[in-house]
């Protein structure tokens, strides 16, 4: 079952590169980061044994919890938003932080990544369709962020993540990932060190590699529906 839906997700990953107009510059392959919050962490095992090895999981004790289960294997991303009174253990249990979405939280990770002599990779969460119930940075404070990030020394900025809205309208979807895109390419100029575009979940992810993304996050295509009454530990 599990092997039949990475199959699917793998083929839809190939016809999306394939459908790609242009060549872009966040290469020609894509990282598949198996979305596994809500469910029990077996299914982090299962899905490394097929060649899985990136893991996202929304919070930071569901992470805690399954790691003290099973270790942890692999590279475990952190997707969903962050308070700053965790980021000690999200610098502990992650290995890159896709959903750093504010100056202040990136400064309470520098300090923490600091005290345990790490390098804290990171991704700047952007809000490109501005949606007010969405936490990341509006365009705005992102240009604010920039010259920020030279001074910490324990933050390496990697890339960018984008969430786009929730909508059936693939025009819409289009031009949300469109902006991901050149967001990353500029940003990709400025600085050294950025090769993520993170962009595209179950809904969208076909739209999102498309338009360049080069890490996408599916959790519902590989593993079915979640269930909220399961913490998954
Ligand atoms: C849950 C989640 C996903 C995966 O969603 P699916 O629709 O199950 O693929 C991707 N990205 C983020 C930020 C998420 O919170």
């Not at 966040?26 to 596994?36: E, N």
């Not at 469910?39 to 299962?46: G, N, S």
């Not at 050149?182 to 338009?211: H, N, P, W």
Request: aromatic share 6%; with cysteine; hydrophobic share 40%.
């Amino acid at each position: 079952m599990l092997a039949d839906n990475l199959r699917v997700v793998r083929e839809t990953i190939a016809s999306a590169l394939a459908k790609r107009t242009e060549k872009k510059e966040t290469g020609d392959t894509v990282c598949l980061v198996a979305v596994t919050k809500n469910h029990p962490a077996d299914v982090i095992t299962e899905i490394e044994a097929l060649g899985v090895g990136n893991i996202g999981e929304n919070r930071v004790q569901e992470a805690r919890g399954k790691q003290q289960q099973i270790g942890h294997p692999g590279k475990w991303h952190l997707i969903g938003h962050l308070q700053t009174n965790k980021a000690k253990q999200a610098v502990e249990f992650f290995d890159l932080i896709e959903s750093a979405d504010s100056e202040h939280l990136i400064r309470a990770l520098e300090k923490e990544a600091a005290k345990q002599d790490k390098v804290m990779d990171v991704l700047l969460q952007i809000n490109v369709a501005r949606e007010p119930q969405k936490t990341g940075f509006l365009p705005e404070e992102y240009e604010m962020v920039l010259p920020v990030l030279d001074d910490l020394p324990h933050i390496r900025v990697r890339g960018i993540m984008v969430i786009a809205p929730n909508t059936p309208d693939q025009s819409v979807l289009h031009a949300v990932f469109r902006q991901g895109y050149e967001y990353f390419c500029r940003l990709k100029r400025q600085r050294k060190d950025v090769d993520y575009l993170s962009m595209g979940m179950t809904s969208d992810y076909d739209i999102a590699v498309e338009e360049g993304a080069n890490m996408v996050r599916v959790g519902t295509a590989l593993f079915g529906a979640r269930d909220y009454g399961n913490r998954g530990y």
